[in-house]
């Protein structure tokens, strides 16, 4: 994998974990002071996208009872 941005709370590849996490179908944002953002860049995109794998490939999910 290549290297990313930003892995800060809010930021796409944050935001790409927790859809994983919960199971939430791939969407690309991220939050800007509690609001969605969905016009993302090329680049924003692929680091959505790589903390959203790289979250599949650890099997992390939120467990529910």
Do not use: C, F, V
């Given at each position: ?5 930003s892995r ?9 974990q927790a859809?994983?996490?919960y199971r ?42």
């Amino acid at each position: 994998m290549t290297e990313i941005a930003s892995r800060t709370h809010g930021s796409p590849y944050d935001r790409g974990q927790a859809d994983s996490w919960y199971r939430r179908p791939i969407n690309p944002h991220y939050m800007d002071k509690g609001k969605e953002i969905t016009d993302l860049t090329e680049e924003q995109i692929a680091e959505y996208l790589q903390g959203y794998q790289e979250n599949e490939d650890w099997g992390e999910h939120k467990e529910y009872d």
